[in-house]
Nanobody, 116 residues
Framework: QEQLVESGGGLVQAGGSLRLSCVAS????????IAWHRQDSGNTRELVAS???????NYADSVKGRFTISRDTAKSTVYLQMNSLKPEDTAVYYC??????????WGQGTQVTVSS
């Protein structure tokens, strides 16, 4: 069964850091992109960062210079290192896996709360 499992969320003070992990299992193809999305309490969804199968990363303007996405192919894991966190980063963070010709696979999400 194909599955994505996120972890690493929590409560942190403004200016702090968290590292999110997304572990993929049951995926037979090595050619896929992983993205991190977030959805806040107002249900606004934002694409935060993505990384392609060859390691090309892209970021939303709101997180550039603060967040870093990386992948460990051997561990089928993608990380989102989040530094200098702000209260407006508070959201549920989801990872997604995209492959050509198939609907994206979503994880269950992990809550990140940044206190001021």
């Amino acid at each position: 069964q194909e599955q994505l499992v996120e972890s690493g969320g929590g409560l942190v003070q403004a200016g702090g850091s968290l590292r999110l992990s997304c572990v993929a299992s049951g995926i037979t193809s090595s050619i896929y992109a992983i993205a991190w999305h977030r959805q806040d309490s107002g249900n606004t969804r934002e694409l935060v960062a993505s990384i392609s199968s060859n390691g090309l990363a892209n970021y939303a303007d709101s997180v550039k210079g603060r967040f870093t996405i990386s992948r460990d192919t051997a561990k089928s894991t993608v990380y989102l290192q989040m530094n200098s966190l702000k209260p407006e980063d508070t959201a549920v963070y989801y990872c997604t896996l995209s492959r050509n010709g198939r609907s994206p696979l979503w994880g269950q999400g992990t809550q990140v709360t940044v206190s001021s």
